[in-house]
């Protein structure tokens, strides 16, 4: 475990700490800019993995249809559903697992962003103290940089959000870039377990990150929030904004609906009392009818 640590912290933390530093030198002393600088690099750095997941979850959307078909074939027999999906996998030349690889790639870099602006980002002397043993001799710019300056617009990025002057702002923004990310990058569902588990993940994730960030400190949600509006990008420009154009027909179509449900019941209100008025007319003639005659039956009457 020890030897793990190590290489861990020689060859993700360190490298990490010391780019974010350097960043903030370079960049007018402004540790907010520097981690929006820093995101954009590491989203430049695995763009090659981004593009080749991308591509395989559309892969993946587009094989949906077929998919579907062999499930209802071949509903009674899971063996042979299985054999003919994997058959046309390979047709396809294409792996289900194809779309994991890049992102098993990407997790110990993203857990290694969280310690380094978690050890970059100091409240106490002792964190400074250990801020400095991690930067590189080598690199003078990165010594004279310390302390850093972490007020970044009204945003204190080493206080935690709850006690931030909008402590809900960067979780909402959180949770509303993690719900796009999510919309943008989840695959056609196959079966009603995988649809329900794409409807879970899809309010879960952004919820569990939004309330997630209210014990993380800003910067940690800037980063998020950036990377999560870099992710959008990549996605669309990649597989299309069908995903979004989608989401906001949907709203559209919400809207239209309520809207033809209210003249609905206004044209069968309308009837309704169309066939009120109607029915009082015809009754009113017919009282009217009686009443004449009565009329007309007693002057015979008279007349006799």
């Known amino acids: ?150 007020a970044f617009l009204w945003l204190d990025l080493g206080e935690y959000s709850r ?17 796009l990310m999510q919309k943008m990058s989840s695959s056609a569902a196959t079966t009603p377990q995988q649809a329900s588990t794409n409807r879970l993940m899809l309010w879960m994730m952004p919820a569990m990150f939004g309330f997630f960030t209210l014990n993380f400190e800003n910067g940690l949600a800037l980063y998020w929030i950036m990377s999560n509006l870099i992710g959008i990008l990549i996605q669309g420009f990649i597989t299309g904004w069908d995903p979004l154009f989608n989401l906001l027909n949907f709203r559209k179509n919400q809207v239209d609906d309520n809207n033809n449900e209210l003249i609905v019941n206004k044209e069968e209100t309308s009837n309704e009392e169309d066939r009120d008025t109607g029915e009082d007319s015809r009754r009113s003639d017919r009282n009217r009818i009686k009443r004449t005659r009565r009329k007309s039956n007693r002057s015979r009457n008279r007349g006799r």
């Open 1 to 150: 475990m020890e030897l793990l640590g190590i290489i861990w912290e020689t060859v993700i933390t360190k490298p990490m700490i010391n780019s974010l530093v350097l960043l903030y030198s370079i960049f007018f002393n402004n540790f907010g800019i520097s981690i929006i600088i820093f995101t954009c690099l590491i989203r430049l750095i695995l763009f090659p993995l981004t593009l080749k997941q991308s591509r395989q979850m559309k892969a993946m959307s587009d094989l949906a249809p077929k998919m579907k078909m062999i499930q209802a074939k071949y509903a009674e027999d899971k063996a042979k559903q299985q054999q003919e999906i994997m058959k046309m996998y390979r047709e396809r030349g294409m792996s289900p697992l194809g779309c994991l690889g890049p992102m098993i790639v990407q997790m110990p870099i993203f857990f290694g962003l969280f310690w380094s602006l978690r050890a970059t980002l100091i409240s106490t002397p002792e964190k400074l103290s250990e801020l400095s043993e991690k930067l590189y001799s080598w690199l003078p710019q990165v010594h004279s940089s310390i302390p850093i300056d972490s």
């Open 163 to 179: 006690n931030s002057q909008y402590p809900y702002l960067l979780p909402i923004l959180v949770g509303v870039s993690t719900f």
